[in-house]
C-alpha cells in the first residue's frame, strides 16, 4: 500500500468519515480530493492538511514510512521539506539569473 490514494482510503474508512468530509475538513474542495487520488500526487500542502485531518503525517500518506505519528523532526528527517511558496519563486528568479549570466559568457 504505497499509493496515496490507498492510504487515503484505509484511513477515511478507519475514521469512519466521508471523502466529502475529508476534503471540507482539510480545507480543500471535493473534486480536489478526487484529483489527489485519482492522480496519485498532491501539492504538500494539500497533503499536510489532509494528513493532520485524518491524524497521520505527510511522509505516511506518501507511503514514505509505515509510522502514521511521527514527530516534526522525524518527519524532517524523510526527505521532505517545508518552503514557503515565495521562497521557491524567489530561487527560481536567482536560477534564471544565473542562467542568463552563463549563457551570455559562452
Known amino acids: 500500500m504505497n499509493r496515496i490514494e490507498d492510504r487515503i482510503r484505509v ?16 480545507n480543500i474542495t471535493e473534486a480536489t480530493l478526487h484529483a489527489i487520488l485519482n492522480r496519485n500526487d498532491a501539492k504538500y500542502s494539500q497533503l499536510q492538511r ?13 507511503g514514505e514510512t509505515s509510522i502514521k505519528n511521527m514527530s516534526a523532526v522525524q518527519e524532517a528527517q524523510t526527505g521532505y ?5 515565495d521562497d521557491v519563486i524567489e530561487m527560481q528568479k536567482k536560477i534564471i539569473d ?9
Open 11 to 26: 484511513l477515511v474508512a478507519e475514521k469512519g468519515i466521508t471523502l466529502l468530509q475529508l476534503a471540507t475538513n482539510s
Open 50 to 62: 489532509i494528513a493532520s485531518t485524518l491524524g497521520v503525517n505527510v511522509a505516511y500518506l506518501a
Open 81 to 85: 521539506v517545508v518552503i514557503k511558496a
Open 98 to 106: 544565473l542562467q542568463g549570466q552563463l549563457l551570455q559568457k559562452l
